[in-house]
C-alpha cells in the first residue's frame, strides 16, 4: 500500500483542483487491489481482514485519508461491483466483474436517486417502457461519479411507464441514446470524472438487469452503498484529527482533551457501522444507519475545524500547507453526498411522524 498512499499524498492537491490525472486514478487504485477488497475469493477478490463489504468499507476510509477525490472514484466502482455480487443475474456478474476489478471497466454507481427513492424523497428520474423482454430507457441521472468516458458501465433504478414495480438494470457508455456530459465544473474532487448521463431511448435487454424487483434488492444492498459512502468521512475525520493532533502536542496547546474525544467517538462511530452491516440490522432499520452517516458527517466538521483551531493563522499561509485546504473543501462535500444530510434529516423526521 505504500506506493499508493506516496502517489496519493502527491498528488491530491491535482486531483482536487484539476481534471489533468482524472484518467490515472482508477489504475492507481486497482494496480494495489483496491477493487478486489470484500470480494469473494472465488470470483477474483482479496483475502481482507472480514472477508466482506467491511474491508472496502475500511479501504476506502484508508484512501481518503489522502484523497478524497480518489476514495470518491473507489466507492463508485466498489459500489457498482457490489451490485453485481448481490445480483441474481450471474452471468452478467461473470461478464463484467474481471475488467470492474482490474480497472480497465468503470462502474458508476448512478442509483443515488434509487435510494432517495426507496426513502421516500424524490420519483424516480429514469423511465422504462417494455421492449420484448427488455426495456428501453428515458431519463436524465445529474450526478455520477466514475463515469470514465473512454468505458464505463452504469447502474439505474427505473420506473417503468406502466406503473409495475421498478427495476434496476445497467447501460453502457456505447450504448445508442447514452448522453454523457462534460465533467461537471466542481469546487473540489475535479479529478473523480463525475458528470451527467441524459438516456434518450436506450435499449436495456433481459442481460442487462440487475434486479427485477428493486424496492426489495435496494433495502438489501444500501447498507453496503451507505456503508462505503461513509468511508470517505471516516479517512477525512481521521486524517484531520491525526494533523490536529500532532500540532497540538508540538505546541502543548489546549486541544488536546477534545482531539482525543474526537478521535474516540470516531472510533466508537466506525466499530458500529461495521457491525451493523455485518449483522445486517441495517437492512431492516434504516434510520439507525441513516443516523450513523449524519453523525460520521458531524464528525468530519469537528475535525476540520479541530485541525484549523490547532494550526490558528497558520492554516492559512501558503507555505505552510499541507493539505488543510484541501482537507476543508473536502469537508464541505460529505454534507451532500447523495442522499444529503437534509435529506436524511427529512426521511428520519417522515419516519419519526409515522411511527408516533
Given at each position: 500500500?505504500?506506493?499508493?498512499h506516496d502517489?496519493?499524498?502527491?498528488n491530491?492537491?491535482?486531483?482536487?483542483?484539476?481534471?489533468?490525472?482524472?484518467?490515472?486514478?482508477?489504475?492507481?487504485?486497482?494496480?494495489?487491489?483496491?477493487f478486489?477488497?470484500?470480494?469473494?475469493?472465488?470470483?477474483?477478490?482479496?483475502?481482507?481482514?472480514y472477508?466482506?463489504?467491511?474491508?472496502?468499507?475500511?479501504?476506502?476510509?484508508d484512501?481518503?485519508?489522502?484523497s478524497?477525490?480518489a476514495a470518491?472514484?473507489?466507492?463508485?466502482?466498489r459500489?457498482?461491483?457490489e451490485?453485481l455480487?448481490?445480483?441474481s443475474?450471474?452471468?452478467l456478474?461473470?461478464?463484467?466483474?474481471?475488467?470492474?476489478?482490474?480497472?480497465?471497466?468503470a462502474g458508476?454507481?448512478?442509483l443515488?436517486?434509487?435510494?432517495?427513492?426507496?426513502?421516500?424523497?424524490?420519483?424516480?428520474?429514469?423511465?422504462?417502457?417494455?421492449?420484448?423482454?427488455g426495456w428501453r430507457?428515458?431519463g436524465k441521472?445529474a450526478?455520477?461519479?466514475?463515469?470514465?468516458?473512454?468505458?464505463?458501465?452504469?447502474?439505474?433504478?427505473?420506473?417503468?411507464?406502466?406503473?409495475?414495480?421498478?427495476?434496476?438494470?445497467?447501460?453502457?457508455s456505447?450504448d445508442?441514446?447514452?448522453?454523457?456530459?462534460?465533467?461537471?465544473?466542481?469546487?473540489?474532487?475535479?479529478?473523480?470524472?463525475?458528470?451527467?448521463?441524459?438516456?434518450e431511448?436506450?435499449a436495456?435487454?433481459?442481460?442487462?438487469?440487475?434486479?427485477?424487483q428493486?424496492?426489495?434488492w435496494?433495502?438489501?444492498?444500501?447498507?453496503?452503498?451507505?456503508?462505503?459512502?461513509c468511508?470517505?468521512?471516516?479517512?477525512?475525520?481521521?486524517?484531520?484529527?491525526?494533523k490536529?493532533?500532532?500540532?497540538?502536542?508540538?505546541?502543548?496547546?489546549?486541544?488536546?482533551?477534545q482531539?482525543?474525544?474526537a478521535?474516540?467517538?470516531?472510533?466508537?462511530?466506525?466499530?458500529?457501522?461495521?457491525?451493523g452491516?455485518?449483522?445486517?440490522r441495517?437492512?431492516?432499520?434504516?434510520?439507525?444507519m441513516?443516523?450513523?452517516?449524519?453523525?460520521l458527517?458531524d464528525?468530519?466538521?469537528?475535525?476540520?475545524t479541530?485541525?484549523?483551531?490547532?494550526?490558528?493563522?497558520?492554516?492559512y499561509?501558503?507555505?505552510?500547507?499541507?493539505g488543510?485546504?484541501?482537507r476543508w473543501?473536502?469537508?464541505?462535500?460529505?454534507?451532500?453526498?447523495?442522499?444529503?444530510?437534509?435529506?436524511?434529516?427529512?426521511?428520519?423526521?417522515?419516519h419519526?411522524?409515522?411511527?408516533?
Amino acid at each position: 500500500m505504500a506506493t499508493l498512499h506516496d502517489w496519493l499524498a502527491q498528488n491530491a492537491d491535482t486531483l482536487d483542483q484539476s481534471e489533468s490525472l482524472s484518467d490515472e486514478v482508477m489504475p492507481a487504485l486497482a494496480a494495489h487491489g483496491s477493487f478486489r477488497a470484500g470480494v469473494p475469493l472465488a470470483l477474483g477478490g482479496e483475502p481482507g481482514e472480514y472477508g466482506d463489504v467491511r474491508d472496502a468499507i475500511l479501504g476506502i476510509a484508508d484512501v481518503a485519508r489522502y484523497s478524497v477525490t480518489a476514495a470518491f472514484v473507489y466507492w463508485g466502482q466498489r459500489s457498482f461491483i457490489e451490485y453485481l455480487l448481490q445480483s441474481s443475474n450471474t452471468a452478467l456478474r461473470d461478464r463484467l466483474l474481471p475488467s470492474l476489478l482490474d480497472g480497465s471497466l468503470a462502474g458508476a454507481t448512478g442509483l443515488s436517486n434509487a435510494m432517495k427513492f426507496l426513502s421516500g424523497m424524490e420519483p424516480l428520474s429514469v423511465q422504462g417502457t417494455a421492449d420484448g423482454d427488455g426495456w428501453r430507457l428515458n431519463g436524465k441521472l445529474a450526478w455520477i461519479t466514475n463515469l470514465r468516458p473512454q468505458r464505463f458501465v452504469a447502474a439505474a433504478a427505473v420506473a417503468p411507464v406502466d406503473g409495475s414495480t421498478p427495476l434496476v438494470t445497467m447501460f453502457a457508455s456505447g450504448d445508442d441514446g447514452v448522453q454523457r456530459s462534460d465533467n461537471l465544473q466542481l469546487i473540489a474532487m475535479r479529478g473523480s470524472h463525475t458528470a451527467a448521463v441524459r438516456l434518450e431511448n436506450v435499449a436495456a435487454p433481459a442481460d442487462y438487469v440487475i434486479a427485477a424487483q428493486a424496492p426489495e434488492w435496494l433495502a438489501r444492498v444500501r447498507p453496503a452503498f451507505l456503508g462505503m459512502q461513509c468511508g470517505m468521512s471516516i479517512g477525512l475525520a481521521t486524517a484531520s484529527l491525526d494533523k490536529a493532533s500532532q500540532v497540538a502536542a508540538a505546541a502543548r496547546g489546549q486541544l488536546g482533551e477534545q482531539i482525543a474525544a474526537a478521535q474516540q467517538a470516531l472510533a466508537a462511530l466506525t466499530a458500529q457501522l461495521l457491525d451493523g452491516v455485518a449483522d445486517g440490522r441495517f437492512v431492516t432499520a434504516a434510520p439507525s444507519m441513516f443516523k450513523l452517516r449524519i453523525a460520521l458527517a458531524d464528525l468530519v466538521q469537528q475535525a476540520v475545524t479541530l485541525e484549523l483551531q490547532a494550526k490558528g493563522g497558520h492554516a492559512y499561509l501558503v507555505q505552510e500547507e499541507d493539505g488543510f485546504a484541501r482537507r476543508w473543501r473536502e469537508s464541505a462535500f460529505i454534507p451532500v453526498i447523495t442522499p444529503s444530510i437534509t435529506q436524511l434529516q427529512a426521511a428520519l423526521a417522515k419516519h419519526a411522524a409515522a411511527t408516533q
